[in-house]
């Protein structure tokens, strides 16, 4: 494989930032970007986005720098002495809800957002409070979401903090106060979209898209003017009604694509993660979400639906299309492409190209030339069965028995519909040139709905029928599934396209990933942990234990010369809300949401983690056992998706088998039907169950609340 010897890179090196600080002194010349006022605190505008990569204490934007590589050229805490980092401070967030975040760091002054899209700011030496904002989102949007409560992130722009609300609000904050300067809707509240996503900077313009695919939406992506809150544009990934006329002629060529009438259920797309801003070629690069639904049958058939599950560049000014490749045409087994994405410039066929690194949900890696989106290359990073492989252009073959829709089987895919890599951010060194990736080897069991299938207005609309998939209560088969359930941190060449190292975990749903130049690759794990390893080698150098999963990404960031590593910690997301049944022995892991920050020689203490009460499930019988199967269907579709796969929760929602609520067949009305616990997000499921169907889900829960009471008992007997 062609690399760069140390001399070059150096002097490659030296070029681009070169490069980059000349465009900043050019930007701000031109416009005068860099005239702040009398303002303060978060001193960014574009020139010092653009030279971020020379700004080494700061972390500036979501991936560092618009090339989202998450590298850190610091290089105090290193391979030699990482084993002496110590808490330095930590601050306890006030959302037991799973965080997403990057924070930001500025000039001294450190922005996070956390669950249910607050905001705070933090002297990031010393980690005293500064200021904090509620949106106060409607707690009934959590019914909106897939995937939990969560936030990946804030910008930071001109004075402001800039940060979209789950319920579909762009807000600016003063970054000095906290105090709102201006709000403008990216969608109507009354939509089922939501908003997860980290807004991105470019030329001055926010932009954003939204989630909920799986709720009948128009996937999007849009851009704000930074200062006013104002749309600039707009660009759909899925067409409209045609006889509507087409927004612009790429949604013209797109409608050949699909087929019926599609546009009546959204058709999905969404872009609810991965956005990123290349300023060497002038364009926006963003990854689309699946289709809607997922079962191509309700699709009127399939097609390859663009673009949904695609990697897709627009120019700023204008949001008009240039390029798209698809990853996965036609997906129906919610294969997103809205995984971050990394702009690099690699040695590529013996001569240096500027490219796209991808590793969606679907398993493989892909390399595309930046420019033009041409496939260069892809391979599976992880086991693959859904498909042959790719073929010459970087299409997938997907297997007969893969479409079960046509099959009428059942089909365990490999990767499944949590991902091979999920939103999760990735790092890249251009030292060792890998990229180091956290992945999920877990299968999802696919069974298509009846053929009278049809969308609701509440609940998950994926056209499958999960209660055929439920996970049985019997001993061995939650054993072997959470056996064959695991995950990886894995060193990947992009060049090569080879794994070169990766480091083993007992289950999936670990951090994302921070790469610095001392030779450092840190991640935290859904075991509770947050781990330094030799980003050359891959050998552990440190590990810290932290009282609760970490999924967020770290960051790194310099204030008076020394170096701190900082990570928000706090379990959930998809994972924990929908899979308590593959929790191990020990139960979910359980979420206690705070910001911790490191540095070489501290010696700070976490407080007590509060003790876990063991809860024994004492349900009373089942009443109506002739409601139980038609309970179970309705559970699977309209429940799981919150409470569960067989009604056994993670350790953020509750666990209806638990529920004194369920011993009540009125009170369970109540609550289900008449939605007596909007304000806590349990919206009313009138829309879609009557009362009797309600009582069926009762039911269900009853029986499998009974069965896994005798399940408990025998392991207790058995582990005696």
């Not at 498909?387 to 059942?410: C, F, I, Q, V, W």
Request: net charge neutral; charged share 20%; glycine share 10%.
């Amino acid at each position: 494989m062609a690399r760069l010897s140390g001399r070059n890179r150096i002097a490659a090196g030296v070029a681009c930032a070169a490069v980059a600080l000349g465009a900043a002194a050019w930007l701000a010349g031109a416009t005068g970007a860099s005239s702040f006022g009398n303002l303060g605190v978060a001193r960014v505008d574009d020139a010092r986005l653009l030279a971020a990569d020379s700004d080494r204490g700061d972390w500036l934007t979501y991936g560092r720098t618009y090339d989202e590589q998450r590298f850190s050229p610091l290089t105090q805490v290193n391979a030699d002495n990482a084993g002496k980092l110590g808490l330095a401070w930590s601050a306890e967030m006030d959302s037991a809800r799973g965080q997403e975040a990057t924070p930001i760091v500025v000039d001294g002054k450190m922005y996070v957002s956390t669950a249910w899209s607050m905001v705070k700011a933090f002297d990031a030496k010393t980690g005293k409070a500064l200021w904090a904002y509620d949106p106060e989102v409607p707690r009934e949007t959590l019914v909106k979401t897939c995937c939990d409560a969560v936030n990946r992130g804030v910008a930071v722009y001109k004075g402001k903090v800039i940060v979209a609300t789950l319920d579909g609000r762009l807000v600016a904050l003063n970054a000095a106060t906290g105090k709102p300067v201006w709000t403008t809707r990216i969608f109507d509240a009354a939509l089922a979209h939501t908003n997860t996503g980290a807004p991105r900077i470019a030329k001055g313009m926010v932009l954003i898209g939204a989630g909920g695919a799986e709720y009948n939406v128009r996937g999007f992506i849009s851009a704000y003017d930074a200062e006013t809150g104002k749309r600039i544009w707009r660009f759909y990934t899925v067409p409209g009604n045609p006889a509507k006329g087409f927004e612009q002629p790429a949604m013209a060529k797109a409608a050949a694509t699909w087929k019926g009438q599609w546009w009546k259920r959204g058709g999905g797309g969404t872009v609810w993660d991965s956005i990123v801003y290349d300023p060497k070629l002038d364009l926006i690069i963003f990854g689309t979400g699946n289709a809607d639904p997922w079962n191509p049958e309700f699709r009127a058939g399939g097609g390859a639906n663009l673009y949904t599950s695609s990697i897709v560049a627009v120019r700023p000014e204008t949001g008009k299309y240039v390029w798209h490749f698809q990853e996965t045409p036609e997906d129906r087994w919610d294969f997103d492409s809205t995984q971050p994405i990394m702009i690099a410039d690699l040695p590529i066929g013996g001569a240096e190209r500027r490219v796209v690194l991808h590793a969606p949900k679907n398993g493989f890696f892909y390399v595309l030339d930046a420019a033009t989106g041409k496939f260069l290359s892809g391979k599976a990073f992880t086991a693959v069965n859904w498909t042959n492989g790719l073929d010459a252009a970087g299409h997938p073959r997907p297997t007969p028995e893969s479409m079960y829709e046509k099959t009428g089987n059942p089909f365990v895919s490999l990767p499944g519909a949590v991902g091979a890599h999920s939103w999760q951010p990735m790092a890249f060194s251009p030292k060792t040139g890998l990229v180091y990736l956290p992945i999920n080897e877990a299968g999802y069991p696919y069974v298509a709905a009846g053929h009278d299938w049809k969308p609701e207005k509440v609940g998950f609309n994926t056209g499958l029928d999960p209660s055929q998939a439920a996970m049985p209560a019997d001993t061995v088969a939650r054993d072997a599934a959470k056996k064959a359930t695991t995950g990886a941190l894995i060193a990947w060449d992009p060049v090569a396209q080879r794994e070169v190292w990766r480091h083993q975990y007992l289950g999936p749903w670990n951090g994302g990933v921070l790469a610095t130049s001392g030779n450092l690759v840190f991640q935290g794990t859904a075991g509770s942990t947050f781990n330094a390893f030799a980003a050359d080698t891959g050998r552990q150098l440190w590990s810290y234990p932290v009282q609760t999963g970490i999924i967020a990404a770290p960051i790194t960031y310099e204030i008076d010369g020394q170096q701190y590593v900082a990570v928000m910690a706090g379990f959930g997301g998809v994972w924990d809300i929908a899979t308590g049944v593959l929790a191990d022995k020990s139960g979910p892991t359980r979420n206690i949401s705070r910001l911790l920050v490191f540095k070489l020689g501290a010696k700070g203490i976490l407080p007590p983690a509060p003790p876990v009460a063991e809860r024994l499930l004492d349900p009373p019988p089942v009443t109506a056992p002739a409601l139980v199967a038609a309970g179970g269907q309705h559970y699977g579709r309209y429940c799981a998706v919150c409470h569960g796969d067989a009604a056994v929760a993670g350790s953020l929602n509750p666990d209806l088998r638990h529920s004194i609520t369920v011993y009540d067949k009125d009170a369970f009305q109540t609550v289900v039907h008449d939605g007596a616990r909007k304000s806590r997000g349990m919206v009313s499921f009138a829309q879609a169950l009557t009362p009797a169907d309600v009582e069926g889900v009762r039911q269900y829960i009853l029986k499998r609340a009974n069965e896994d009471r005798v399940l408990e008992r025998e392991q207790k007997v058995a582990s005696r």
